[in-house]
């Protein structure tokens, strides 16, 4: 028996209830609907009074879970879709963010955003915004790319005192299956060694892994082999990781869904160019998704986004260099 990366969201917001009373569900259409995507359904049956709808306000939402957090709960916010907390932003980066370097008061929040892309989604419901809240200090922001790590990290982040911005790639809900949930997990800030390789590095994070790893896969048959670094979280990021790979592979590509402008991708590349710039054996590239709006036509959407083929001709490109 398979489990999807939605049902182990679902699953380790159960576990989060049922081990500890502090811990409670809020946001919109999460109660007797089961949430936008289904990832709380039948949760408010099992915990009664615990898995609350709110107000069609992300502001009220994240609000609340401040002011729960300070009074020692441990809230849990669902938004629809990550575009929507933009609503919220003033309560999660001034308020959330700032609260225990003001008070010395813990603010033990989650907020779990459904973020990037799906065909015909269109540009208010697909965005990728996890390096606007990896700016802020105070935040930590997880960028989940298995079945396994969507369990185990979102358990690690009801746990944390820190206010974690959780994002989950809607492509990833149905299409990743896993056999089992994992009974450890690898502490968030540590990336994963995805694929090992020597003639490439891949830094990928959330659902582009999946698009590297297939072309790690690709490549392999013309006797290239490409290192696949999986981020997990963006804030706080493994840079010693990447460095290591670095140094074996001499090489660098880094590939995100989200926007080119001060992104992930940008960061990473810094510091690399930084720290280690005596490690490459060629200029480090990025893959980025367009830097326009994300398009509703589902082939536009597919040119918009980096996909397999977009990446593989960039590692081409890279390994002739």
Not at 21 to 46: C, H, M, S, W
Not at 90 to 114: D, E, G, K, Y
Not at 302 to 310: C, I, K, L, N, V
């Amino acid at each position: 028996m398979s489990i999807t990366y939605l049902e182990a969201i679902r699953e380790a917001q159960a576990k989060a209830l049922a081990d500890d009373p502090r811990v409670f569900i809020y946001g919109q259409d999460v109660g007797a609907f089961g949430g936008a995507f289904k990832a709380t359904k039948n949760l408010a049956k099992e915990f009664p009074g615990r898995v609350l709808d709110s107000p069609i306000s992300e502001d009220a939402m994240v609000g609340a879970a401040v002011g729960a957090a300070i009074a020692g709960m441990r809230p849990i916010i669902e938004m629809q879709f990550a575009d929507f907390s933009t609503v919220g932003f003033n309560q999660i980066v001034n308020q959330a963010a700032t609260l225990f370097w003001r008070t010395q008061v813990a603010c033990p929040i989650v907020v779990r955003l459904p973020f990037g892309g799906t065909s015909g989604a269109g540009p208010f419901h697909s965005q990728s915004i996890e390096a606007i809240y990896a700016h802020y200090p105070g935040l930590v922001v997880m960028t989940p790319a298995t079945v396994e790590d969507a369990y185990g990290m979102l358990l690690e982040a009801v746990a944390l005192d820190d206010p974690v911005i959780f994002c989950e790639h809607k492509y990833l809900y149905y299409h990743l299956k896993a056999e089992q949930l994992p009974t450890e997990a690898m502490p968030t800030g540590k990336a994963r060694i995805a694929r090992a390789g020597r003639d490439l590095t891949i830094v990928a994070y959330s659902a582009m892994v999946h698009e590297a790893l297939a072309v790690a896969e690709e490549l392999a048959t013309e006797k290239v082999e490409i290192e696949v670094v999986d981020l997990r979280s963006v804030k706080p990021l493994d840079t010693d990781t990447v460095m290591a790979s670095v140094a074996r592979t001499g090489r660098l590509l880094c590939v995100g869904e989200s926007w080119p402008w001060g992104g992930v991708t940008a960061e990473v590349l810094a510091r690399v160019a930084s720290e280690g710039f005596g490690l490459l054996d060629a200029p480090p590239m990025r893959l980025n998704a367009k830097d326009t709006p994300v398009p509703y036509h589902p082939n536009l959407w597919a040119a918009h986004r980096p996909t397999a083929r977009s990446i593989a001709a960039a590692a081409r490109k890279l390994l002739r260099m």
